[in-house]
């Protein structure tokens, strides 16, 4: 398959169909980054704490 021949396959594809997207509405972006902040400064809280070696 050549490269135009899957560009055209895929802009085919992508214009083909209804696009639904599949969102609710309980969920907030901002709750979601925010926890997922605060997750990952817990593992990276936890990472340091277990580095002994400085």
């Known amino acids: 398959m050549t490269l135009t021949t899957a560009h055209s396959a895929l802009v085919t594809l992508a214009s083909e169909g209804e696009h639904h997207v599949d969102t609710h509405e ?12 605060v ?3 817990l593992l990276l809280w936890i990472t340091t704490r277990f580095n002994r070696d400085r």
């Open 26 to 37: 309980s969920i907030s972006p901002y709750m979601t980054g925010g926890a997922a902040l």
């Open 39 to 41: 997750i990952l400064l």
